[in-house]
């Protein structure tokens, strides 16, 4: 089974809907990131959480909300999702503790029409 | 300037050649490197890290840091048509112990010609 997981990995959705992306890992880490990538762009962080109480704001967190359910887990939501949001989104994980190495999981291709 | 910049490409070599992907870096505090491949509509793979001055090989991938000038390389020696993918250098920028972050390039694409 895939250490890190995310779902949905692909949706369709409207202007002005809400929507959440899930993201959970079995790696024991306690850091958990959210990313977004655009051709051109690369990858801007959104949102990140080193333990449960943690939350802190990436570059680009308008528009974004996140929840650290667990140590395992991590959600991002659009609140009233807009085109522009449209992207490929992932979610990563590391140890932390002095070590900056980031894995990540297989992506949610998210479409705001 | 930007914190991580790579050389976008195409990058195209000849299969079994040597490919040099470059990338440099604004924060001279920076003391962690990471090379990532992605293959299209798949996400990052951390295949190479590098944490002090000098090279580091595995396989037929070495790093090479160059902290003086403020550049981070990555060759991938007898090339195959497998290796074909975008590459992403990621360093941490202004973070310490505690506060682990890390500012990533826009990646270079790499074609590997049969």
């Known amino acids: 089974d895939a250490d890190v997981t995310q779902t949905p990995r692909n949706r369709i959705t409207k202007t002005g809907k809400r929507i959440m992306l899930e993201c959970s890992q079995t790696k024991g880490h306690d850091r958990m990131y959210w990313y977004r990538q655009d051709p051109g762009l690369g990858l801007r962080l959104i949102y990140y959480s080193f333990d449960v109480k943690d939350i802190n704001k990436g570059e680009i967190s308008d528009g974004y909300s996140v929840s650290r359910q667990a140590q395992a887990k991590f959600s991002l939501s659009l609140e009233s999702a807009i085109p522009n949001q449209t992207a490929l989104y992932f979610c990563a994980t590391s140890l932390g503790r002095g070590t900056y190495e980031q894995y990540f999981g297989p992506g949610t291709r998210l479409t705001v029409t | 300037q930007k914190e991580v910049e790579q050389n976008s490409g195409p990058l195209s070599v000849p299969e079994g050649a040597i490919a040099s992907l470059n990338c440099t870096y604004s924060d001279r505090g920076s003391q962690s490197f990471f090379w990532y491949r992605q293959y299209s509509g798949k996400s990052p793979e951390l295949i190479m890290f590098i944490y002090s001055n000098g090279d580091k090989e595995d396989g037929r991938f070495t790093a090479q840091l160059n902290k003086a000038s403020q550049y981070v390389s990555l060759l991938i020696r007898d090339s195959q048509p497998s290796d074909s993918a975008t590459y992403l250098c990621?360093?941490?920028?202004?973070?310490?112990?505690?506060?682990?972050?890390?500012?990533f390039g826009t990646g270079t694409r790499l074609t590997i010609i049969p």
């Open positions: 990621a360093v941490n920028i202004g973070s310490n112990f505690g506060n682990e972050k890390l500012t």
